[in-house]
């Protein structure tokens, strides 16, 4: 993928992510104010393909962009070499969209 593609697709996961980001804190503000217990939480999450839609795209997003971020720092902060650059940050992409994944599935299973 050229650079200009990789740059591009950086700006749109962060278009992606803005809004979740904002919800997200939203509802954490909202259940912590009104002294919600992670039980509670879960029994308002659980079997909800809503939630886990959300926060599936959340997590997707979330392991394309910060992985595209890593590989930019290795390359300008480390010297790192295109080739190791990419390869960090895909295996860095992999383990975020891994654990993520699961962490949804636990929360709306």
């Known amino acids: 993928m050229t650079e200009r593609r990789l740059f591009v697709l950086q700006r749109l996961t962060a278009l ?3 809004p979740l980001v904002l919800v997200h804190l939203g509802l954490i503000l909202y259940a912590v104010r009104d002294g919600l217990t992670a039980q509670e939480i879960l029994g308002r999450t659980q079997g909800s393909l809503g939630w ?4 599936g795209v959340f997590v997707i997003a979330a392991a394309i962009h910060a992985p595209l971020g890593l590989r930019t720092i290795l390359r300008e902060w480390t010297g790192a070499s295109a080739r190791v650059a ?3 940050s895909l295996a860095f992409g992999i383990l975020l969209a891994g654990l993520g994944l699961r962490a949804v599935i636990v929360v709306v299973a």
């Open 86 to 88: 990419m390869l960090v």
């Open 52 to 55: 886990a839609l959300f926060y």
């Open 16 to 18: 992606i992510l803005a």
